[in-house]
């Protein structure tokens, strides 16, 4: 049995997705499952059971040795007039009662943390709780942080506004046939961007290998611009290819205890020309989940 917290959210709900194309289908889904749009990004997937966040940790108590693997899926959260909203289940006091029951159970625990925050974001955790990790004196035997940029990909439809820059450029060109970046005060903003995929080829690899435990870093050799994203975006809807630059393939680097483990996980990772490509021609013409 594997916990997926987070389930109908962008990155849970493709971890869950994930996990059903390796043939993991006694799965877990732990969330509030009050917003019906982003419900739709449950619908075809397998599923033992749902277990709404004010039940779950009793759930746990009874079930804790059934349970192989733990994701605890972060994501950003708007800030409305400086106040930064974050749900309860996103709460450092939650994640690290996470912690605690992952170590007591002996459960391994993979969980997301936003790289950085932007002018309109804020990270889903406290920035206190990388640090907080790191310094407990206990820690369940395997356990993995990914930290991650701007994710983009399938099953983020339901963020509107607050999507990936990718998701929004492209919503403009089906709108308005043309992208109003000119108008735009970001026009020359850089987004380090990272395909939802990359981070799911990741998280896979660790549950399997579940060698090197620590915090790892996810993240693209570039930055991209708008007008870079509208490129590879034009270049996806007419089945052509990106410039070269746009190729760079993205890169993880692991904690500093486990340098070697860096060039395994890269492998796993595509560039924003074949990101792009994949999400628009697989996913956003069609209107379909992952």
Same mark, same amino acid.
């Given at each position: 049995?594997?916990?997926?917290?987070?389930?109908?959210?962008?990155?849970?709900?493709?971890?869950?997705?994930?996990?059903?194309?390796?043939?993991?289908?006694?799965?877990?889904?732990?969330?509030?499952?009050?917003?019906?749009?982003?419900?739709?990004?449950?619908?075809?997937?397998?599923?033992?059971?749902?277990?709404? @966040?004010?039940?779950?940790?009793?759930?746990?108590?009874?079930?804790?040795?059934?349970?192989?693997?733990?994701?605890?899926?972060?994501?950003?959260?708007?800030?409305?007039?400086?106040?930064?909203?974050?749900?309860?289940?996103?709460?450092?006091?939650?994640?690290?009662?996470?912690?605690?029951?992952?170590?007591?159970?002996?459960?391994?625990?993979?969980?997301?943390?936003?790289?950085?925050?932007?002018?309109?974001?804020?990270?889903?955790?406290?920035?206190?709780?990388?640090?907080?990790?790191?310094?407990?004196?206990?820690?369940?035997?395997? @356990?993995?942080?990914?930290?991650?940029?701007?994710?983009?990909?399938?099953?983020?439809?339901?963020?509107?506004?607050?999507?990936?820059?990718?998701?929004?450029?492209?919503?403009?060109?089906?709108?308005?046939?043309?992208?109003?970046?000119?108008?735009?005060?970001?026009?020359?903003?850089?987004?380090?961007?990272?395909?939802?995929?990359?981070?799911?080829?990741?998280?896979?690899?660790?549950?399997?290998?579940?060698?090197?435990?620590?915090?790892?870093?996810?993240?693209?050799?570039?930055?991209?611009?708008?007008?870079?994203?509208?490129?590879?975006?034009?270049?996806?809807?007419?089945?052509?290819?990106?410039?070269?630059?746009?190729?760079?393939?993205?890169?993880?680097?692991?904690?500093?205890?486990?340098?070697?483990?860096?060039?395994?996980?890269?492998?796993?990772?595509?560039?924003?020309?074949?990101?792009?490509?994949?999400?628009?021609?697989?996913?956003?013409?069609?209107?379909?989940?992952?």
């Amino acid at each position: 049995m594997m916990i997926v917290t987070g389930a109908t959210s962008f990155i849970g709900s493709c971890l869950i997705g994930k996990l059903n194309a390796e043939n993991f289908n006694y799965l877990i889904a732990v969330d509030d499952f009050n917003n019906e749009e982003s419900q739709k990004n449950l619908a075809d997937k397998t599923l033992q059971a749902t277990v709404a @966040w004010p039940h779950f940790f009793d759930w746990l108590e009874q079930h804790y040795f059934e349970v192989e693997f733990l994701f605890h899926c972060l994501e950003p959260q708007k800030i409305t007039d400086n106040q930064s909203i974050i749900p309860y289940h996103e709460s450092n006091s939650v994640s690290h009662r996470i912690w605690d029951k992952c170590v007591e159970y002996q459960i391994p625990l993979i969980f997301t943390l936003p790289l950085n925050a932007s002018s309109s974001t804020i990270t889903a955790v406290h920035p206190s709780f990388e640090p907080w990790a790191l310094q407990q004196p206990r820690a369940p035997f395997f @356990w993995a942080g990914l930290q991650v940029p701007e994710v983009y990909g399938p099953n983020e439809y339901y963020l509107n506004h607050k999507a990936s820059s990718v998701f929004r450029i492209f919503q403009q060109i089906k709108t308005n046939k043309e992208p109003l970046l000119n108008h735009s005060q970001h026009t020359t903003q850089t987004h380090d961007l990272l395909y939802v995929k990359d981070l799911l080829a990741v998280a896979y690899r660790l549950v399997r290998e579940r060698m090197h435990s620590g915090i790892y870093t996810l993240r693209a050799v570039h930055e991209y611009t708008p007008s870079d994203i509208l490129q590879a975006i034009q270049a996806a809807l007419h089945d052509s290819y990106a410039t070269d630059h746009l190729k760079g393939a993205a890169v993880a680097l692991p904690s500093s205890l486990h340098p070697a483990s860096s060039a395994d996980l890269s492998a796993c990772l595509t560039s924003l020309s074949e990101g792009v490509r994949d999400y628009v021609q697989g996913y956003l013409l069609a209107d379909s989940y992952y």
